[in-house]
């Protein structure tokens, strides 16, 4: 069994950066593709960015592509989500997610932290 922890999140302003970490606990988490994903009150989950256990694979939702990135380090069981360009719209609980591979379905993913809060002020 997986656990995964998010950390990094808090209220910026607009034009901020922050990085997000994703570490994970159990076994295998190396071998599988980690997507990240946020929750804004009164909208639908949406898909951020994921990437293959590799780091081969990358692929990023439209509204984060060209500021986001995602990266991993499996040495230390963490994956990252760098945020730059930080706008009021990215104001949301940012959740990572473990699954076999990178895709926007948030139902292919099995084992899901708890959540990092990210504000934005304008």
């Known amino acids: 069994q997986v656990q995964l922890v998010e950390s990094g999140g808090g209220l910026v302003q607009t034009g901020d950066s922050l990085r997000l970490s994703c570490a994970a606990s159990g076994r295998g988490f190396a071998n599988y593709a980690t997507g990240w994903f946020r929750e804004a009150p009164g909208k639908e989950r949406e898909y951020v960015a994921g990437?293959?256990?590799?780091?081969?694979?990358?692929y990023y939702g439209h509204s984060v592509r060209g500021r986001f990135t995602v990266s991993r380090d499996n040495a230390k069981n963490t994956v990252y989500l760098q945020m730059n360009n930080l706008k009021p719209e990215d104001t949301a609980v940012y959740f990572c997610?473990?699954?076999?591979?990178?895709?926007?379905?948030?139902?292919?993913?099995?084992?899901w932290g708890r959540g990092t809060q990210v504000t934005v002020s304008s």
């Open positions: 990437i293959s256990w590799d780091g081969d694979t990358i």
């Open positions: 997610a473990k699954g076999l591979v990178v895709t926007i379905l948030d139902r292919e993913y099995d084992y």
